[in-house]
């Protein structure tokens, strides 16, 4: 509960489209894309947030460990 994506507010069932800029296709491209972030880093992740308001996008900026 208390890692990088928790802490950005992101929960179970938002979907990651981007990292550092890098437009997501698949799950192979995501995980090619977060295992180019090294730990101690930041990466800046695009997500899609499905919410009962709708759905919308938000960027955020998580430190990897």
Same mark, same amino acid.
Do not use: C, H, M, W
């Given at each position: ?9 992101? =929960?179970?069932?938002?979907?990651? /489209?981007? #990292? ?5 296709? @698949? $799950?192979? =491209?995501?995980?090619?894309?977060? /295992?180019? #972030? ?5 990466? @800046? $992740? ?20």
């Amino acid at each position: 509960p208390d890692g990088p994506l928790d802490q950005a507010g992101l =929960r179970k069932g938002d979907l990651i /489209s981007g #990292v550092n800029g890098v437009p997501l296709s @698949d $799950l192979a =491209r995501t995980t090619l894309e977060l /295992s180019r #972030v090294k730990q101690g880093e930041d990466a @800046d $992740l695009r997500v899609v947030i499905r919410r009962q308001q709708g759905a919308f996008i938000r960027e955020v900026k998580v430190r990897v460990r």
